[in-house]
């Protein structure tokens, strides 16, 4: 079939297993378009240069039962069918009835220097054999918003034993918004931690950063040892993605060094 540049197979089983012509053979609208979403089982947020699966989810409109539906979709520029190419094709093998909810999935690759925004492709739905043309065409949005990427440091990079401030930095290294930030827990094994200015830090944006103060305490013999500290935080993404992080820092523990007040005599 030389429509088709690269393929995926779909197999579900909806309705009993038979099959009747279309009384429509070559009417629009009798697939329409439900959702459409980057991700597989849960929507992501995509940027420049990401490769990402593009999940479309059709709902079959017309009483006739289809079968082996071909469904190409022609990608706009910057956008590419893993293994090449600007259009990525699925076939379906099931029976598709009248209420069907038909599930594609395309394997996408977005150049690095596509912007973000809304883009459009076209999305041909093939349900004949031996047609030429495509017997349903949907638009389908495709939307790169960019995505947060948060990363933590202990200012200064290094604690001593006994009971200190530390500022916690975080910084979002992504091209996407970081909203609503809530520290939900900081905590060592090793030490006692206190947040001192709670746990919300409001919206980070890219290329930007936040400091948060606790209270740490380092007990005595952890001189020259590593001093893990966990910090663990929510926020949503541009398209309110919830994104869960969690990292622990390693951070180097030096003794506490009193310095005499200075006498003048």
Not at 62 to 90: C, D, I, Q, W, Y
Not at 107 to 134: H, W
Not at 197 to 209: A, K, V
Request: charged residues 20%; negative net charge.
């Amino acid at each position: 079939m030389n429509r088709i540049e690269a393929c995926f197979f779909v197999f579900i089983l909806v309705g009993p297993m038979f099959f009747i012509e279309p009384v429509n053979a070559t009417g629009s609208g009798v697939f329409s378009l439900v959702k459409c979403y980057w991700g597989t089982t849960e929507p992501i947020e995509v940027s420049p240069g990401d490769v990402a699966t593009l999940t479309v989810i059709l709902k079959y409109e017309a009483r006739s039962m289809l079968r082996n539906l071909e469904v190409n979709l022609s990608l706009p520029t910057g956008f590419e069918a893993v293994g090449g190419g600007n259009k990525t094709t699925v076939l379906y093998t099931g029976t598709v009835s009248q209420g069907s909810l038909v599930n594609l999935e395309f394997d996408i690759f977005i150049a690095p220097d596509v912007e973000k925004g809304n883009y459009t492709g076209d999305l041909e739905i093939y349900y004949l054999s031996n047609s030429p043309s495509p017997q349903d065409i949907l638009k389908i949005p495709i939307e790169v918003s960019g995505k947060p990427n948060l990363v933590v440091r202990v200012i200064g990079d290094i604690v001593h034993e006994g009971k200190q401030h530390v500022l916690i930095e975080f910084r979002n290294k992504g091209d996407g918004a970081a909203r609503n930030l809530k520290v939900t827990k900081i905590y060592s094994n090793n030490g006692y931690v206190e947040l001192e200015n709670g746990e919300f830090l409001g919206d980070l944006e890219p290329q930007h950063s936040l400091n948060l103060s606790l209270s740490l305490f380092v007990p005595t013999g952890m001189k020259g040892k590593i001093l893990p500290l966990t910090v663990e935080a929510t926020y949503l993404g541009p398209k309110n993605v919830v994104h869960l992080f969690s990292e622990t820092l390693r951070v180097p523990v030096k003794s506490f060094i009193s310095t005499p007040p200075l006498t003048l005599s």
